[in-house]
T-cell receptor, first 113, second 114 residues
Framework: DQQVKQNSPSLSVQEGRISILNCDYTNSMFDYFLWYKKYPAEGPTFLISISSIKDKNEDGRFTVFLNKSAKHLSLHIVPSQPGDSAVYFCAASPPSVFNKFYFGSGTKLNVKP | GAGVSQTPSNKVTEKGKYVELRCDPISGHTALYWYRQSLGQGPEFLIYFQGTGAADDSGLPNDRFFAVRPEGSVSTLKIQRTERGDSAVYLC????????????FGPGTRLTVL
C-alpha cells in the first residue's frame, strides 16, 4: 500500500507563472519530508525539505508547505522557468536516524517558454 | 567533490542469469541505500547499510536479492536467477547518517532482463 501519493502525473505551466505540485501521505508517523527533482538519465537531486515542526520552508524560488492535519504537502515554484521542467518526487520518512524514505510516484512538470 | 557513482550504467542480461550492480558512495558517508525504480513509479526502498552492516533489508523483494558492503564504503547489489520483472532502474544513495538529512543519489543502473 502506497504511503505517499502524488495524484497528478503531469503538470504544464507557462514560464513566469507559479507551479504547485501536491503530495499526500497516509502515515501520521512521518516527520521529515523532502522534494527531489529528476532529469532523464540522472538520479534524483535534492531540492528542499521540511520537518514536521514547521509548516513552511522557503529556499529561493521554492517553498514547501506542510499541512499535518490534512497529511498534505505542496511545493510552490515561483516564478517557474523552463529549466524547472523535470519529474518531481516527494518523499517522507518516519522518525529515524537513517531516514528510510517513502517516495511518491512523481509529477512531470513542463514549463513552457 | 565526487558524487555517488554507479556501474554499469546499463546492464542487459538474460532471464536466469546472475548480475552484480556496484555503488560508490560519497566519501565519508556512513549510510548507504539501494532503491529500485520501475517505469512510472517513484524509487522503492530495498536496503540500507550503516557502515558494513545491513541495518534494514526489509525492502528486498525475495531471497534472490542480496547486497553487501564489506568495508563500509563500496556496495554491491547482487541478483540471482534474474526474472523479467526485475527490469528497473536501481538507484544507490548515500548520506552522512544523520537524522533529518537528505540522501544523495547516483545516476542509477538500468537493468533489462530479456
Amino acid at each position: 500500500d502506497q504511503q505517499v501519493k502524488q495524484n497528478s502525473p503531469s503538470l504544464s505551466v507557462q514560464e513566469g507563472r507559479i507551479s504547485i505540485l501536491n503530495c499526500d501521505y497516509t502515515n501520521s508517523m512521518f516527520d521529515y519530508f523532502l522534494w527531489y527533482k529528476k532529469y532523464p538519465a540522472e538520479g534524483p537531486t535534492f531540492l528542499i525539505s521540511i520537518s514536521s515542526i514547521k509548516d513552511k520552508n522557503e529556499d529561493g524560488r521554492f517553498t514547501v508547505f506542510l499541512n499535518k492535519s490534512a497529511k498534505h504537502l505542496s511545493l510552490h515554484i515561483v516564478p517557474s522557468q523552463p529549466g524547472d521542467s523535470a519529474v518531481y518526487f516527494c518523499a517522507a520518512s518516519p522518525p529515524s536516524v537513517f531516514n528510510k524514505f517513502y517516495f511518491g510516484s512523481g509529477t512531470k512538470l513542463n514549463v513552457k517558454p | 567533490g565526487a558524487g555517488v557513482s554507479q556501474t554499469p550504467s546499463n546492464k542487459v542480461t538474460e532471464k536466469g542469469k546472475y548480475v552484480e550492480l556496484r555503488c560508490d558512495p560519497i566519501s565519508g558517508h556512513t549510510a548507504l541505500y539501494w532503491y529500485r525504480q520501475s517505469l512510472g513509479q517513484g524509487p522503492e526502498f530495498l536496503i540500507y547499510f550503516q557502515g558494513t552492516g545491513a541495518a534494514d533489508d526489509s525492502g528486498l523483494p525475495n531471497d534472490r536479492f542480496f547486497a553487501v558492503r564489506p568495508e563500509g564504503s563500496v556496495s554491491t547489489l547482487k541478483i540471482q536467477r534474474t526474472e523479467r520483472g526485475d527490469s528497473a532502474v536501481y538507484l544507490c544513495a548515500s548520506s552522512p547518517g544523520l537524522a533529518g538529512h537528505e540522501q544523495f543519489f547516483g545516476p542509477g543502473t538500468r537493468l533489462t532482463v530479456l
